[in-house]
């Protein structure tokens, strides 16, 4: 299907070509007023706009990390704001051959009919705002799709939704003169695997560009900002040269050769994480007809955020530390980055006091550690399992209230304090059987533990016992955490669904009531014209 060449084309081609340099990546300053408060009170720093506008100020002066951007993504409010001197943000970029964007969309709503998926919205008087901001100076604009992975997620609702969405942002972007940057992003919370997060990744950037091409959108002048294809949050790593393999290999499939740049998001990695898997991506020898680089918010500004600390006297440094970043991945973008630049708070030192210390036996303490991982994740597994056994039940309920439900008789309630009572049981069980879990992961470790202990060098004996068990007391709160949040979920949820089924009862029952009535006045009259009937015959 041919794309729809209006005035713009040639214009729109150059720059989506331009952001695309390799080499140069884009930095995704387009936080909310809500998100970047966030970022600001982790440091202790007020959300008012002049500190919002300190902040920019400092990355976009940052004269020596700009060569290594191509774009930046502003939110409205900064895309109107000026430098301490009074010179607009834009021009300062213009100056510094830093295109200007801007986010353009009105952020994510509840997808009716879905389990909790959602569909982004803004699309009303888009046209209107894309032409302002090309008169204020925006030349690329970024719409965020936002789509998760479940047991049945992401449904075909979400994606055909999501798609049309993006579709349409798209051309009506281009027809204002602005690159629209496409931005599907599958969250990676979950526990699924790095190849559930490849097949959904392919499907749904499948969608994606069906949906482009649909509406005549011109490829040559658009840019794709996906996710990295990697395990769920709950899921164990996995190496960098893994995910690169997997993330172009879903690009090969789906992405046609037209577009000129592939634009990652860092999905909550961390900066060097994120950078490492560029890098890994670039490495790759398989033919890539785009360039792949970066568009970075928080993988670029974490450690220069925390630098600032919203001090003045701390500008520079923090400029320095922005710097480090930019060359890593612009280096990552070339696939000639061999790690090594954290800059500082980049990526957290996982060094402890005395790791380096002599051990008597090295291969105990791994076993005591794995032995460890193991019995935690078998934890979190049976409360998964345990979890999904709940769900299960919810859904037999759901199905038995279905069929008991007209018969009004067995719905009252005189059982009701039976079955609290067999509840609270039955919870009363489940709360022994926990304790005793959480004993017998305790008795297990420390029995590991002692026989480690007592292979090792005795002067170490002390300081590993300690830090172990520490350890362990600490991933056994927070599986508590974890359980007891869950419980607590299921509770209001059997509660909420036994509420909404009672009211639905009631409406029938009402229902059922009224039209014993209709149908008892209508027989009524019938029987008293029959009888005026009688009566005169």
Same mark, same amino acid.
């Given at each position: ?255 046609? $050769? ?30 890539? $007809? ?248």
């Amino acid at each position: 299907m041919s794309a729809f060449v209006g005035k713009y084309a040639d214009e729109l081609i150059k720059t989506a070509k331009y952001i695309a340099t390799p080499g140069k990546g884009i930095l995704a300053a387009d936080e909310s007023t809500g998100t970047i408060g966030k970022r600001l009170s982790s440091i202790n720093v007020e959300n008012i706009e002049s500190n919002r506008q300190a902040l920019r100020e400092l990355l976009f002066t940052s004269s020596k990390a700009l060569p290594y951007l191509s774009g930046v993504i502003l939110f409205e409010e900064t895309l109107y704001q000026k430098t301490s001197d009074g010179k607009p943000f834009v021009d300062l970029l213009n100056e510094n051959n830093v295109i200007p964007g801007i986010k353009v969309d009105k952020g994510v709503v509840e997808l009716a009919g879905t389990n909790g998926e959602t569909t982004t919205q803004g699309l009303d008087s888009l046209g209107a705002r894309c032409q302002q901001y090309y008169k204020a100076g925006a030349r690329f604009a970024k719409w965020r799709a936002v789509l998760k992975i479940g047991l049945t997620e992401p449904s075909e609702l979400s994606i055909q939704q999501n798609a049309q969405g993006l579709a349409r942002y798209a051309i009506i972007c281009q027809e204002n003169g602005l690159v629209p940057i496409v931005e599907p992003e599958i969250l990676t919370d979950g526990a699924h695997d790095i190849k559930k997060c490849a097949a959904a990744t392919e499907t749904v950037l499948a969608a994606v560009y069906k949906a482009l091409n649909d509406q005549h959108v011109l490829l040559e002048g658009t840019l794709l900002k996906p996710n990295m294809v990697t395990p769920g949050s709950d899921s164990p790593k996995v190496a960098p040269e893994v995910i690169a393999e997997y993330t172009v290999t879903a690009l090969r499939r789906t992405v046609p $050769p037209a577009v000129p740049g592939i634009v990652f998001l860092s999905g909550g990695q961390s900066e060097e994480e994120a950078t490492l898997n560029l890098d890994a991506m670039n490495k790759l020898k398989v033919l890539k $007809p785009w360039t792949l680089s970066f568009s970075f918010g928080r993988a670029l500004q974490k450690s220069t955020l925390k630098t600032w600390a919203g001090k003045k006297e701390n500008v520079e440094k923090a400029q320095e530390v922005f710097l480090v970043r930019g060359k890593a991945n612009s280096e990552a973008t070339l696939g000639k980055y061999g790690g090594g630049g954290a800059g500082g708070l980049a990526s957290e030192s996982l060094y402890e006091k005395g790791y380096n210390t002599k051990f008597g036996s090295y291969g105990l303490l791994l076993l005591v550690l794995s032995n460890f991982l193991y019995y935690k994740s078998a934890m979190v597994g049976k409360a998964k399992t345990a979890k999904l056994k709940r769900d299960r039940s919810l859904r037999n309920s759901d199905s038995r209230t279905d069929i008991e439900e007209d018969d009004h008789v067995k719905s009252s309630s005189p059982n009701e304090g039976e079955n609290a009572a067999d509840e609270d049981q039955g919870n009363n069980k489940a709360t022994s059987r926990e304790e005793g879990e959480d004993s017998i992961m305790k008795s297990t470790l420390l029995e590991i533990l002692k026989k480690a202990t007592n292979a090792c060098n005795a002067e170490n004996i002390s300081y590993w016992h300690e830090i172990l068990v520490k350890k362990m007391e600490d991933e056994l709160k927070e599986y508590r955490a974890v359980r007891d949040e869950e419980l607590r979920k299921a509770k209001e949820t059997c509660e909420e669904e036994f509420k909404n089924k009672l009211k639905i009862m009631e409406e029938k029952l009402e229902a059922k009531f009224d039209e014993d009535r209709r149908n008892w006045e209508k027989e009524r009259r019938i029987l008293k014209e029959k009888y005026e009937m009688m009566r005169w015959t």
